[in-house]
C-alpha cells in the first residue's frame, strides 16, 4: 500500500533558517494539497496543484513559503526565515481530480512536525 | 466563505455509551461533507463522506446523514469502544481545499 507520505516527520530549526519539506502522493493523483494544522486546531488550506500547476494558495500562505510541484509528482514546500509562529503540523494531502465538483476525497500524509525554537 | 463549526470536546464516555458529535456548516453551494478521524501519532483517516442531501455515510459503525435544511452534518455511533478514542473533524470541500472544522477530542474509558 503506497499511501502518502511526508518527509522529513519531525523538524527543529532555529528561528532565521530555511526548511524545505517533501510530500510524495499517490501515484495516480493528479492533485496536490499542502494545509497546516496547529496544536487543537483543524488543518487549514495553504496551498494546491493540479498537476505541475500551482492553482491556489491560501492568504495563510506568506512570500516566506514557496511551494512546487516540478514534474507533477513530489513536492517541496520551503519556508524562508522560519519564525517561531510557522511551529506547526504540515500536511500533504492527495487526491483524483475530475471533472465533477463537490466530491474530492482527499488521502492524507503522517505530517512533518515543524518546531522552530 | 465556507465554514464548520463543530462541538467542542474533550468528550469522555464510558464503554458502550452512544456517542453524538455535532457539526454545522456555511457553504455558498453544495458541498460534499466529510468526517476524517486522527488516531494518536497518526495521519488523518477519511471515517465517513455523503456527497448529497440526505445521503447517509457509514463506516466502523459510525453514521452521520447530510442535513441540507438544517446544514448540519452530526456523527454518531451507538456504542463506542475504547479504540475509537481520536480526535474527530468535520470537513467540507466545494470541489478544491477541504475546510476543516476544529476537532473534537473523544476519549473512551474501559
Known amino acids: 500500500d503506497t499511501g502518502v507520505s511526508q518527509n522529513p516527520r519531525h523538524k527543529i530549526t532555529k528561528r532565521g533558517q530555511n526548511v524545505t519539506f517533501r510530500c510524495d502522493p499517490i501515484s495516480e493523483h493528479n492533485r496536490l494539497y499542502w494545509y497546516r494544522q496547529t496544536l487543537g486546531q483543524g488543518p487549514e488550506f495553504l496551498t494546491y496543484?493540479?498537476?505541475?500547476?500551482?492553482?491556489?494558495k491560501s492568504r495563510l500562505l506568506s512570500d516566506r513559503f514557496s511551494a512546487e510541484r516540478p514534474k507533477g509528482s513530489f513536492s517541496t514546500l520551503e519556508i524562508q526565515r522560519t519564525e517561531q509562529g510557522d511551529s506547526a503540523m504540515y500536511l500533504c494531502?492527495?487526491?483524483?481530480?475530475?471533472?465533477?465538483?463537490?466530491?474530492?476525497?482527499?488521502?492524507f500524509g503522517p505530517g512533518t512536525r515543524l518546531t522552530v525554537l | 466563505g465556507d465554514s464548520v463549526t463543530q462541538m467542542e470536546g474533550p468528550v469522555t464516555l464510558s464503554e458502550e455509551a452512544f456517542l453524538t458529535i455535532n457539526c454545522t456548516y456555511t457553504a455558498t453551494g453544495y458541498p460534499s461533507l466529510f468526517w476524517y478521524v486522527q488516531y494518536p501519532g497518526e495521519g488523518l483517516q477519511l471515517l465517513l463522506k455523503a456527497t448529497k442531501a440526505d445521503d447517509k455515510g457509514s463506516n466502523k459503525g459510525f453514521e452521520a446523514t447530510y442535513r441540507k435544511e438544517t446544514t448540519s452534518f452530526h456523527l454518531e455511533k451507538g456504542s463506542v469502544q475504547v479504540s475509537d478514542s481520536a480526535v474527530y473533524f468535520c470537513?467540507?470541500?466545494?470541489?478544491?481545499?477541504?475546510?476543516f472544522g476544529s476537532g473534537t477530542q473523544l476519549t473512551v474509558l474501559p
Open positions: 470537513a467540507l470541500s466545494e470541489g478544491r481545499q477541504l475546510t
Open positions: 496543484f493540479q498537476n505541475e500547476a500551482q492553482l491556489e
Open positions: 494531502a492527495s487526491a483524483i481530480g475530475g471533472s465533477s465538483a463537490g466530491y474530492n476525497e482527499q488521502f
